[in-house]
């Protein structure tokens, strides 16, 4: 793999090594010959310097390298075994070049790409900065509470103040040489941190009075939606949004993309029982968001992913998506996989999810698909595949009042409805799964953690509310937090666990011992308890 790699090729060389595709200025080539692995690349041809010699710019991803030698054809070549650059110390090895790895002296960066400023900065002390570095690294690695890589992102009175990329986005199971960076382009599917997105365009609608957050959702849906132990009551975007709609993940936490969420809906019970009725009792569900997104499309007449793409994410300055097949080539290189360990610490990673080559369920589905039938299709409950950067745009939206770059996504009362509980637990009359789902205050969907409540941030911060969504799917770990009436707040994700979450429950509170690590560490370093 050879991203930002800027090298000629003789063509003369090329054409006994490569098999050529061209399109347009772009140039698609592989070897003839037997690799331990296809070895393959695009690149974009910059210059013609001769009728035998080509400048290219590699466009794929992996190494960052500099060459501006030739590349000079000794002899005939029989193998892709031996090509070398001259002058420039580069010897490529079946058909692949080594990562350029990092001689810094900042911690958990394997790769020297990392310690570049869109990776890697602070403005925040000398010392507090080791101490992040020293407290993140530590983090990496393949036992325990480690993972293989993560990201995060700090925001102090508006400000950014502190980011850091490290571990790997990719691990080879074949070469370690074949490992890829986290960097803050990094996209990762990161689950339920989605269902901030997917509410945000329910919430647009509710601006423009084209939905009612109190009306029956039916009338949006098309069909009747009813728990049948409560007939009578309407189940309302609300509801939906907040988690008190009685419906429950069950038997899935998704509508099969072949079935709609109408005959889904009539002919599944996914209904809590009688004592958890609508609009009173809380239980996280997937199907909720299904729903909305289903919503947004009757409304819209989009399918979800446009919607998406034109409403919330463009305006956020996001390519991300949630519809995969949206991003070409180039873009999927950026893709960083979701781990686990299967058999033991002792054993590697195993890809959860995303791993290469890159294949992605529902694709001929989504081609066919009508809006309006279930929106489940594009994942809006969790899908979105977002980079550390692009996340930090929504989070900076939500911290300023519905504005990012000046662009107005959300109205500033709209943001504080969202951030504001509309449920909390009351442990002397259970109304929620509290020991299920480790939630123990709830919005329009944000969840608070009070910093004197059993989800709190940090140990011994009472003072130190946040308010935010976690994301928790095959492995991946992530949260966008921020204080409430601030503009201070953080973006932290892990793309991966070494052992389950059963063996690491929280030390301090409900929360993960992943997320314990990420919230203690930014806020006892960056928001320091103020001296009476």
């Known amino acids: 793999r050879f991203p930002g790699i800027s090298i000629y090729f003789v063509n003369n060389l090329t054409e006994r090594l490569f098999s050529f595709d061209r399109t347009d200025d772009f140039l698609f080539f592989q070897t003839k010959f037997t690799c331990p692995r296809p070895f393959c690349v695009t690149i974009k041809i910059t210059t013609v310097l001769s009728g035998s010699i080509v400048l290219c710019r590699v ?6 390298m500099r060459c501006s030698s030739l590349v000079k054809c000794v002899k005939p070549l029989t193998t892709v075994s031996s090509v070398l650059l001259l002058s420039s110390c580069l010897f490529l090895t079946n058909g692949f070049a080594a990562p350029a790895r990092s001689a810094a002296a900042v911690p958990g960066h394997p790769f020297s790409i990392q310690n570049k400023a869109e990776n890697y900065k ?7 900065t080791r101490k992040l570095n020293t407290e993140l690294s530590s983090m990496i690695g393949g036992t325990g509470e480690r993972v293989p890589g993560l990201a995060v992102i700090v925001f102090k009175d508006g400000k950014e103040v502190y980011r850091n990329m490290m571990g790997n986005r990719f691990l080879s199971p074949r070469n370690p040489n074949w490992n890829l960076p986290v960097t803050s382009d990094s996209r990762f599917r990161v689950g339920s941190i989605s269902k901030i997105f997917t509410a945000a365009a329910v919430m647009q609608l509710a601006e423009a009075k084209k939905l009612d957050l109190d009306a029956d959702a039916g009338r949006y849906l098309g069909f009747t939606l009813r728990n049948p132990h409560h007939p009578d009551t309407a189940i309302t ?10 419906i429950r993940d069950y038997p899935y936490a998704y509508i099969p993309y072949r079935t709609s969420a109408k005959s889904f809906f009539s002919t599944t019970n996914c209904w809590a029982k009688a004592a958890e009725a609508p609009g009173k009792y809380f239980s996280y569900s997937n199907l909720n968001f299904i729903l909305l997104a289903t919503m947004v499309e009757k409304i ?3 399918r979800f992913d446009t919607y998406m793409n034109r ?12 519809n995969p097949d949206d991003f070409d080539k180039t873009e999927l290189q950026k893709m960083g996989t979701i781990y686990r360990k299967s058999n033991g610490q002792a054993d590697r990673y195993y890809a959860q999810i995303d791993d290469r080559p890159f294949t992605f369920a529902g694709s001929a589905e989504r081609r066919s698909y009508r809006p309006g039938t279930n929106a489940g299709i594009f994942s809006p409950q969790g899908g979105l595949r977002v980079s550390p950067d692009e996340l930090s745009h929504m989070l900076q939206m939500l911290m300023n009042q519905g504005r990012y770059n000046g662009a107005r996504v959300l109205q500033p009362e709209t943001v504080k409805l969202m951030a504001t509980p509309i449920w909390t637990y009351d442990p002397s009359r259970p109304n929620g799964t509290i020991k299920e789902d480790a939630i123990e205050s709830y919005g329009l969907p944000f969840q608070y953690f009070s910093g004197q409540g059993s989800t709190k941030g940090a140990p011994d911060r009472p003072d130190f509310d946040l308010v935010g969504h976690f994301g928790e799917a095959y492995g991946f770990i992530g949260g966008l937090l921020w204080q409430p009436q601030t503009q201070n707040g953080f973006i932290f994700l892990q793309n991966g666990q070494a052992t389950p979450e059963k063996m690491n429950r929280g030390r301090y509170s409900r929360n993960l011992r992943w997320e314990e690590n990420f919230m203690n560490t930014i806020i006892t370093n960056v928001f320091p308890k103020k001296n009476n």
């Not at 466009?59 to 960052?64: A, C, F, P, Q, W």
């Not at 975007?237 to 009685?246: A, G, K, Q, V, Y």
């Not at 956020?316 to 949630?322: H, Q, R, T, V």
């Open 122 to 128: 602070s403005s925040l002390s000398l010392a507090v």
């Open 300 to 302: 819209t007449g989009q």
């Open 59 to 64: 466009l794929s991803e992996g190494v960052i």
């Open 237 to 246: 975007p609300r509801m939906l949004l907040s988690h008190t709609s009685s």
């Open 311 to 322: 409403n919330v994410l463009q305006p956020l300055d996001i390519k991300g998506s949630f």
